[in-house]
């Protein structure tokens, strides 16, 4: 009699958008956990033609039902045998996280020591906020009293705690404030960009007992996905053992890369180093 066959052995759940063309979301989160090495399982929040900065968008979130079913089917199937972090970005609206947050201790249970990272999607200081205004407190109330850790930009630091982020002493300080339960750290990236000097854009990464400030080139285009690249960098590298910190600053060097590699190339969509 053969022996039964094994589960197969997802490392990261990615829950993000998806689309048919252009480089967001789990179009950029799965390559990039694939070149270090880990299996990551794509969950999908909504499927887009593309982004919708383009003059034609076709997709929507995907149903709430099937959202759930996606999650619900992933324990039934016994997936999270070994997978040791839920990255969480782009959701389609509150009732997904929702959801999140009620499958979540299932997953807990499932898998101990599975962690929830949390890339809070709102907006950004350009555009201000571009997803359902609902989403603020959606995070706040089912996914940040979850969170091992979020990644943030300046802007959304600002949303999620109400408090100023101005300058550095402001965002480590309203930073700290998500520092409840088991969250350890906020990494913030696009931080008090009134205080950057020129050619620079600052990261800040807090934690309960220390603030380090990562600086790195700005790259002058502003393609979509940098955020999503550098919070599946960043989880890559925390899945093998590097510190916070050193995590963001590869993160923010693989960021810089591919910023690089996409100007040269006068591509209209984030290339992947």
């Not at 499958?103 to 906020?129: K, T």
């Not at 943030?152 to 300058?167: K, S, Y």
């Not at 400030?213 to 053992?241: W, Y």
Request: proline share 8%; aromatic share 6%.
């Amino acid at each position: 009699m053969s022996a039964p066959l094994k589960s197969w052995p997802i490392d990261v759940v990615s829950v993000q958008s998806q689309v048919v063309y252009g480089s967001v979301g789990n179009n950029v989160a799965l390559p990039t956990l694939q070149a270090f090495g880990l299996v990551a399982a794509a969950v999908p929040t909504v499927l887009l033609s593309n982004t919708p900065h383009y003059p034609s968008l076709h997709g929507s979130a995907v149903p709430d039902a099937w959202f759930e079913g996606y999650l619900s089917d992933l324990l039934a199937r016994d997936g999270l045998r070994q997978a040791r972090a839920v990255l969480a970005g782009y959701l389609g609206g509150p009732a997904q996280a929702e959801a999140l947050a009620r499958w979540l201790p299932q997953a807990i249970a499932a898998r101990p020591g599975l962690r929830l990272i949390v890339d809070p999607v709102i907006g950004d200081h350009d555009h201000g906020i571009y997803v359902d205004p609902g989403m603020i407190a959606a995070y706040r109330r089912h996914l940040l009293p979850l969170a091992h850790g979020l990644t943030p930009n300046g802007f959304e630091l600002a949303q999620l705690t109400g408090l100023p982020v101005d300058d550095l002493d402001q965002v480590a300080a309203a930073a700290r404030t998500l520092l409840t339960g088991p969250t350890e750290w906020v990494v913030v990236t696009s931080a008090a960009p009134d205080s950057w000097p020129p050619g620079e854009m600052w990261v800040a990464v807090v934690e309960r007992e220390r603030l380090e400030v990562l600086r790195h080139p700005h790259i002058d285009i502003a393609p979509k996905g940098t955020g999503d690249l550098f919070s599946a960098t960043l989880t890559a590298h925390l899945l093998h053992g590097v510190s916070v910190a050193d995590a963001a600053r590869q993160a923010c060097e693989r960021v810089v890369r591919a910023l690089r590699l996409t100007e040269q190339a006068r591509c209209a969509e984030l290339l992947l180093p």
